[in-house]
């Protein structure tokens, strides 16, 4: 029992992470970086919102 508890808070803090790490990309401006490195920031960028859209997260 605890050590469920232990891998579900784990895997919690591993979600909340990766969801910071996925914002700060979305909040990346993107003016002054070159074309290339602009293009990979968008291509990320498009696939986060479409994760977060296939996780419910803009569903009301």
Same mark, same amino acid.
């Given at each position: ?6 891998? %579900? ?5 591993? !979600?909340? *992470? ?5 914002? %700060? ?8 970086? *070159? ?7 968008? %291509?990320? *960028?498009?696939?986060?919102? !479409? ?10």
């Amino acid at each position: 029992m605890e050590l469920e508890f232990k891998v %579900r808070n784990q895997k919690m803090k591993e !979600k909340a *992470q990766k969801r910071k790490e996925q914002e %700060r990309i979305l909040n990346k401006d993107l003016t002054n970086l *070159q074309p290339a490195v602009r293009e990979t920031f968008e %291509r990320m *960028q498009a696939k986060i919102l !479409k994760e977060w859209e296939n996780d419910s997260l803009f569903r009301e």
